[in-house]
């Protein structure tokens, strides 16, 4: 078995409203797979992607401990750059939420941020992009409009090609095809699939089916606990926990 | 309007319908002398000014005892003033209002800096005067100067300035925030170029407005910056200067045998750089209406 | 947390808190120059009802009864007008009847106090001496009509704020117990508002106390206490209005000067209790985070 991308130990995490998202977590993340992370919601599946590239700072936390290692990168720690950790890990969130620049600049941004300046590059890095997101042969002609001008489907593209333009270690996705209709869910699914042999990934699916179709690993949430860690088709067809078996039977969720 | 039934009954011999329009009216009338003196002033000062207003009344120096001849010391006046107080307090109410709206926590200091703007905003412009005369005039030795009265209004503007920019980046929704900061951006960052181009029209306005304030005020550049007469330009900060309001305010009362036309003319002269500013700031906020993404 | 990113927040954090320098720094110069007239001037004295700086009599009596006549004279005529301004622009005016009237207002806001005191000298002053048959059209009236007209938009501005605060739900359950459009604003609408009401009251009278130019500039400054209603359509001298009309002809350092920074120290009390008390009526309204993570 090859060395996990990212390992979790012990993860324990409590909001500033006492609610405890996460109570004791641990978890390797295989890289060149996709982890599908499910469950009902409250079960802690967002917090976990919130502390994976620490979005959760922007939260109100009361407490946090335990480890998340990234080879050898203390996820956690108190001097980590991460400002550089976001730019490995790079998050798709449930909406698309273009920012309110032209497509260009969506895709740009990362990497201007970074401190890439020259024009030519920007411009090779955000073609690359947006190919990879098989999103460029829409929009080519278009790249100075609003990023809000185009379809909702095309948007959550976008979105992904921004952190694509990144090259990313690692890609969290939040429920990203939530707000889709079933062609651009197709198309994202699709693209995760081919994907998947230079990244690793982290999908929260937005349902069953989503989860058993994409699923190489499978991890089932439930109230903060990682019930269940194991391949996807023996979670889908033969789980072992009991709670895992109602859930996946649709007993309750 | 909506409709509804219509119940019969009714109290001191009137219908509820009957006493609904009674006061309906009764409301209106109130609205109507509310407004109408305002829109009477505007048209009487522009009917009695505009025929003064000349290409030469606007350009050229007073003279007669400022009977006759131009305003355009009292005009230029009122630029360095505007430039002066825009300069002091556009960088500090913006940076304190991107303070309050992205930094702040809700703590007791935080309570504390939101306390003193409100009280800022209410101290009477007279006191900002006295304050301006302790403060620049006299302890800085800074003397009766652009400079003093600048910086006098710019205290006065900056509690405008800062909850204006405030409001404006707080309407930009927080996700955005969200993202540029998953995207590898600093807060900084995120905060310069995606939030404050938003929020850009919003605190223009803001900074008009204020200045607005600024510029038609008297009562603190009375010992801080104005003076009665001023034979030639202010040629440095540290000069006194005539400016429109506390030149309006002198030729109305200190000056006897004053003729209408000139009072009239200058009166006409501010309110258009008042008015104007204000119709700036409204077109700005409709054409940032009209495009917003969000 | 990199270098740069650390300069700018806490560059950022000291602008922030600049408000708070600024207030003290008001304050410590109110009191350095107005302390000393309680030193200089015994505090019966001050109390007094004289107020004739050349022979040294420094009662503040009148100044402070001046005010407090054309202050709530000014509200007594704003409230209503204000108030029910709000109410049509906010309940019942049609939508094009209400774009017309809310820039009105907001040009009100912005017509400098020296221009009202102008129309005030030219237009408002002989037309209330022909009409009560005065000797002199210069008196708290004039005064209060001026002040009106600026406190009026604040409240204009609140007040609507305040309305429009109400949830319609409150509305559509009087609608449903059959109540008309009338007794529905009158029974459940302003009551609901009332605190919002009452803080545009309490700024109003804010705004009215601390003005200056147009009260100095109409309202025959002969420092007279309040003796009946007659009082009303006679000259008065605000506190604002000796401070702006004095403080040019003093010798910095003198009892005289002391005084007038010492009148300076009561308004500026005055303006921190009224803002700070009606904002905590008010209170506040915090922001709300977009959850984006779902």
Redo the contacts between chains.
Sequence with gaps: MTEPKIQIRDLYLRYSDGKEALKGVSLDIQPNLITVAFGPSGGGKSSLVKVLNRLIDLSDVDEMRGEVRMGDLNILGKDTDVVELRRRIGVVFSRPIPLPLTIFENVSFGLEVAGMRDKKKLSERVEQALREAVLWDEIYDRLDDPAASISGGQQQRLCLARVLALKPEVILLDEPTSALDPVSTAKIEEFLETAKKDYTILLVPHNQQQAARMADKAAFFLQGELVEYTDGESMFINPRDKRTQEYVQGRFG | ??R??E?KESRFGIT??Q??KI??S???L??L???L???G??V??IVKGGSHISWEFLTSMPSDGMRAGGILPAIVGTFYLMAGTALFSI??GI??G???S???Q?SY?TR????????????????????G???FV??CNFGISILSASLTLS?MT??VI?STTEEAL?SV??????????????????IT??IL??ALPGILTGII?GL??A?????PI??TGATFYLPHLPSSPLDATMAL??H??VI??QVPGMS?GV?YGT?LV??VF??G??LIA?LIRSRARAKR?? | MKRSEKIITNSVKIAGSSSILFILLIFVFLVREGLPALSEVSLKDLFSGRWYPIEDLFGLLPLISGSLVVTFTSILIALPLGIGTAIYIGEIAPKNVKEILKPTVEIMAGIPSVVLGFIGIQALSPFLREFFNLPTGLTALSGSILLAMIAIPSIVSIAEDALYAVPNSYRDASYALGATQWQTIWGVVLPAARNGLLTAVMLGIGRSLGETMAVMMVTGNAATTFSGLKSVIMPVRTMTATIASEMGEVASGSVHYHVLFFIGIILFIFSLIINISSSTVQGKSKQERGQVIS
């Design positions: 309007m909506r509804y039934p119940p509820r319908q006493s609904q006061g309906f009764f409301i209106r109130i609205s002398i509310t407004v003196p305002i829109l002033i505007i009487y000062i960088p500090l940076a304190a991107i303070y309050l992205e930094y702040a809700d200091w504390f800096i939101r306390v003193a703007i409100i009280s800022l905003g209410g101290v009477p412009s007279v006191v900002y005067g006295l304050f005369l302790g403060l006299l302890f205290i900056l509690p800062i707080r929704p927080y996700r955005f925030r969200v993202v540029g900061v998953s995207l590898g951006g600093t807060q900084w960052q995120t170029r995606v181009p938003q407005l607005e304030r510029v038609g005020e008297t009562a009375l010992f309001p506390y309006i305010y109305s009362t209408s009072q009166v501010l309110m008042v008015l500013m204000n409204s993404q969000w």
